[in-house]
């Protein structure tokens, strides 16, 4: 473990994951980005395009549109790591807390699940 807290042993399943998806055709080439505590820990796998004939690289310019369920999921998973939510716990008993109640009792793990760029499949 390094001195901000980043496990190696966490950070190598995290590549490991990410190159399930590169090799599963999944995903052309993850980008993934871990902070801590002033350390920031960067790993580009697979390649720019579909093709794969340009390798993804830190400077990988990306176009990025709809990003409100990525910054509301960091913030989702900061009062996870707070104690202040649980992912398995119903969405309307921490809204309850705060005086709010939006009507929701599916499980907040449910509220994370849709992956920006892909279509969103319910339930018929």
């Known amino acids: 473990m390094s001195s901000s807290g980043l496990s190696k042993s966490r950070l190598a399943r995290m590549h490991d994951v990410m190159a399930g998806h590169v090799e599963r055709a999944a995903?052309?080439?993850?980008?993934?980005?871990?902070?801590?505590?002033?350390?920031?820990?960067?790993?580009?796998?697979?390649s720019r395009t579909i093709d794969g004939n340009q390798p993804m690289?830190?400077?990988?310019?990306?176009?990025?549109?709809?990003?409100?369920?990525?910054?509301?999921?960091?913030?989702?998973?900061?009062?996870?790591?707070e104690c202040v939510?649980?992912?398995?716990?119903?969405?309307?008993?921490?809204?309850a807390r705060t005086g709010r109640h939006p009507g929701a009792a599916h499980p907040g793990r449910r509220s994370g699940r849709h992956r920006p760029g892909e279509p969103v499949h319910h339930a018929a």
């Open 57 to 81: 690289a830190r400077d990988t310019i990306f176009r990025i549109s709809s990003m409100t369920k990525p910054v509301t999921a960091v913030a989702a998973m900061i009062l996870v790591e």
């Open 85 to 95: 939510l649980r992912l398995d716990e119903p969405v309307d008993e921490p809204a």
């Open 27 to 46: 995903r052309p080439g993850p980008t993934t980005v871990v902070s801590r505590r002033g350390e920031a820990h960067v790993e580009c796998i697979g």
